[in-house]
């Protein structure tokens, strides 16, 4: 006989004899366990939710240095492909003497948001000092009170220099917790090679010819806001309900197959691919695009198009919240704002960027898609907190989890 | 089992037909031919992953080749953030290799050399992390970060490095651990050898190999893991992670290298502990049985 | 002897205490948290409160028995896909490798020391709609002239099928190597064919290797969801992209966790009942009699 013999059977053994004495020293174990534990969960309840309600401080005022950290998504600031440098960046330690700590930490507002509002809430910005989020994450963290207020006496260009057009929404009229960064529009970016033809609507996406060839954006307002605009609805005066019959229309285009994919960034690699004939898609990826591929074409539809800004929030706990205001500062002069635009291929929210690009990159100053007409730009309801998640959370059932 | 009984019936000589001889040859080579088959379907992504390091490509995304360039070769990490999130990987992966493998061991030390009540269940509890899901894991490691209101970041995905790596450790450790021959401990006390010496200079030297598989192994799992690490790791990046993030934007030729690299390296190390094992096999079997 | 058996006695529970409170603190108290989650309602703007709301699991199942159901689907075709390519292999490798045998058994691991996420985008590569694969395949007349491999089912088994495919391997390998070639000489000498061989004898002491290969392959595959979410389309989600959508986009933590835990309680069960069967050292990779 085997070790392995003896083992199994002395295990056998064991399991038979000791069976009630086990038993019982193992429920004393458990209810102690169980009751330790309770007294811990009880000291962490109210750590799960509900951040502070204050009013946002405001930002006082101090020195200009040291190191700032910001956050934001990639390819969103100009760099130089061969020095890898950010020429901006570098341009502000130059000026403010304070090194720029850059890291492309976003991809997805949900999933940044995700990822900090634990420690937001608990007052601790993990070291950010600055972080880039889309209007109504910007809205949200405002209302949780995750972000600071705004010194603008500290930020003379920013006032000065804040298009018109992004000065006043709704949820911050006053642009004191938030600052955009860029905007962009919401449009189809199609194949024209393979489409055999021009589209001019998101109902083109809604098309059996192209069955599988077509993606969304996995972007709740910029794909359900679409597609009201499609059916002739306004997506300002959406309610819940109307939205969600949207969301039931995107919900059977998925599951018959008409739609391949939702995706963040990567519906780009998927037109470049031919996996995808047309998609929804942001306007500054399609200008990358068509240098990738000239056949590559945006247009916004005709019905009507959502627009989305990008904004700069300072967290709860930035440990360098003066400079912080310094950078948004920098960034809104024009000549900053030129050499950003110019890389990034957004929609700047800053006067006079064109003028100056007008001397320095004519190709860039004619581009509509970087100076676009806004006249028949959109934005998305901003809806209560419960139908904001009842929608998200339907939508994100839509489209599979 | 060798020995017949009675009722067998007697062996007949050996006149098998030339088809059923054939028959085998045929059915060696058809398993020979679907093992290679089965071998080329697990190399053609490793295959492609590294000819695509190559690739000097101009799109964002290395799909297509357009030509050979040794440019990435050259500076790996030469993109945005890709070096720190490595150095991040090797970091958490030493740190949490080193812990999980002291960690390990003894539990494996224990549960293969003294029987104890209540071996049964914590062998059970020791298993239970290996079947969970990683998404489960992860998860549940989260909500306990977020109730207690731990910082999410380094500390957090080292811990959760640890946890997922010592039933790896014990696992492998033990099925080692089992073919230990006691009589050299046995014989080394004989020899008037305390019981901290026996194990630093007998016990030690011969579970040495069956503990760098294990540590081995965490390392490896440590660097590739992406899940747990995902729920976990609030803006601190790895390896995998800095790829996942990056892959919805650009695929850029360095990645491939990288993975390239870390393919290698271990390829070289799991190498190297094969061929230390068969030379400590070999050295085995020169030992004289008697004593 | 007594103060030595007592010693003796604290020894192995001294060597286990380290590791066994790591694991309790870090493994049993968050799915301990993770349970109260799940019990508890509420939103991040008015925070949760505990109000034992068992509804959550049975709305949970209900809302998401589809992917439930899929993933359950998917792992079980992975696995058995796994165990139809990994038996041939692992028999080969050890009854005829030879001296090559560790040699083979790396090459076979090797691939899976590259990123499992650079893996996956491979597999998007070589199955893509412009790839060669896909033209010869519709040359071929394998898939219709507008079918493609990716983005569909298929492509998403595979996925999940290639990237767990060593944890098949490797017990099935460790268990047919264990076999005393003796007693397949002796069933040889008793005249029995080759596939009677094979059936009576092989086979059954291989499956401790293949049971504890397909355990190890079907949990971590029915929880998985890189390969639905590269791979995938949304019809093709599984239970790993809801728990992971609920709660780092929704960030609705008792759905969340209730669909976690009740992940777990089912493999849990089927766990159990292999120790049951096997006996709890099989768990742990020795062979049960």
Partial sequence: ?401 | ?291 | MAALRARKGLLPWALLAPGLVFLGVFFLVPLYYMAEVSLKEGSLEEGYRLTWAFDNYTNAISDFSEQFIRSFVYGGTATAAALLIAYPLAYAIAFQGGRWRNALLLAVIAPFFTTYLIRTLSWQTILDDASPTVDFMRTVGLIADDGRLLQTSGSVIAGITYNFLPFMILPLYASLERIDKRMLEAGYDLYASRREVFRRVTLPLSMPGVVAGSLLTFIPSVGDFINAEFLGTSNQTMIGNVIQSRYLVVTDYPTAAALSFILMLIILVLVLIWARVAGTEALMGAEAK
Avoid at chain 1, 79 to 91: C, E, V
Wanted: glycine residues 8%; hydrophobic residues 45%; aromatic residues 10%.
């Fill in chain 1, 1 to 401: 006989m085997s070790d392995r013999d003896y083992e199994r059977i002395f295990e056998e053994a064991l399991h038979r004899e000791i069976d009630r004495r086990r038993f019982l020293r193992q429920a004393g174990v458990g209810m102690a366990s169980l009751s330790a534990m309770s007294l811990l969960a009880a000291c962490g309840d109210d750590e799960l939710g509900g951040g502070k309600k204050e009013e946002a401080k405001q930002i006082s005022g101090g020195k200009v240095g040291g190191t700032l950290a910001f956050s934001n998504w990639p390819l969103y600031i100009d760099i130089d492909d061969k020095t890898k440098q950010r020429p901006t960046l570098n341009a502000f330690k130059k000026e403010y003497g304070a090194k720029v700590k850059y890291t492309e930490e976003i991809n997805d507002n949900n999933e940044f948001f995700g990822k900090v509002r634990q420690q937001y809430a608990q007052g601790d910005s993990g070291g950010r000092d600055l972080h880039v989020v889309t209007d109504w994450l910007c809205a949200r963290m405002e209302r949780l009170g995750y972000v600071q207020k705004f010194d603008k006496s500290q930020m003379p260009n920013a006032v000065k220099n804040i298009e018109p057009a992004v000065a006043s929404p709704d949820f911050d009229p006053k642009r004191e917790i938030s600052m955009p960064w860029q905007s962009g529009q919401v449009g189809v970016i199609y194949r024209s090679d393979k489409t055999g033809g021009d589209l001019t609507s998101v109902n083109d996406l809604f098309d059996p010819k192209f069955k599988g060839k077509v993606t969304f954006l996995s972007e709740l307002r910029d794909t359900v806001g679409s597609v009201l605009l499609a059916d002739g609805k306004n997506p300002e005066d959406a309610d819940l309900n109307t939205a969600m019959t949207a969301v039931e229309k995107i919900e059977k285009a998925a599951k018959d197959g008409q739609i391949r994919a939702f995706t963040g960034n990567e519906f780009t690699r998927q037109l470049l691919k031919g996996d995808s004939f047309a998609a929804l898609g942001w306007s500054g990826d399609s200008v990358q695009l068509r240098v990738d591929n000239p056949k590559i074409k945006f247009v916004a539809p005709g019905e009507g198009f959502m627009v989305f800004t990008d904004s700069m929030q300072i967290p709860v706990g930035a440990p360098n919240a003066v400079t912080a205001q310094k950078m948004i500062d920098f960034v809104y002069q024009p000549e900053i704002q030129a050499q950003i635009t110019a890389y990034v291929n957004y929609v700047p929210p800053v006067k006079g960027v064109k003028e100056i690009l007008e001397k320095a990159d004519p190709e860039i100053a004619e581009n509509t898609l970087i100076f676009p007409d806004l006249s028949n730009a959109h934005n998305f309801a901003t809806l209560s907190p419960e139908d904001e998640r009842e929608l998200e959370s339907a939508f994100q059932q839509a489209i599979g989890a």
């Fill in chain 2, 1 to 291: 089992m060798e020995a017949a009984t009675p009722s067998m019936p007697r062996a007949q000589p050996d006149s098998r037909p030339r088809v059923a001889r054939l028959g085998r040859r045929a059915l060696d080579l058809a398993l020979k031919g679907y093992a290679g088959l089965a071998l080329l379907y697990l190399l053609v992504p490793i295959v492609v992953i590294i000819a695509f390091s190559f690739n000097d490509t101009e799109s964002r995304y290395n799909f297509v080749w357009d030509g050979f360039t040794l440019d990435y070769w050259k500076d790996p990490f030469g993109f945005q953030g890709l070096g720190e999130a490595m150095q991040h990987s090797l970091v958490i992966a030493g740190l949490s290799t080193i812990a999980a493998t002291v960690l390990g061991t003894m539990m494996a030390l224990a549960l293969v050399r003294y029987q104890f009540r209540g071996r049964s269940p914590v062998n059970f509890f020791i298993f239970l992390p290996l079947a969970s899901p990683e998404v489960v894991l992860g998860a549940s490691l989260l909500s306990l970060f977020l109730s207690v209101g731990v910082a999410l970041g380094f500390t957090t995905v080292l811990i959760a490095h640890i946890m997922f790596n010592v039933s790896f450790v014990v696992v492998t450790v033990r099925s080692r651990l089992i073919g230990f021959d006691r009589n050299l401990e046995e014989a080394a006390q004989d020899l008037g050898a305390s019981g901290l010496q026996t194990f630093r200079l007998v016990t030690l030297p011969l579970i040495a190999p069956g503990v760098l598989a294990g540590a081995l192994l965490a390392f490896a799992l440590s660097i590739d893991d992406f899940v747990i690490t995902f729920f976990n790791n609030g803006s601190y990046s790895t390896f995998p992670l800095f790829v996942f993030t990056q892959a919805q934007r650009q695929i850029p030729p360095n990645i491939n290298v990288v993975a390239t690299m870390i393919f290698l390296v271990t390829l070289a190390a799991m190498a190297a502990t094969v061929l230390q094992q068969r030379r400590a096999e070999r050295m085995a079997e020169m030992r004289p049985d008697d004593l």
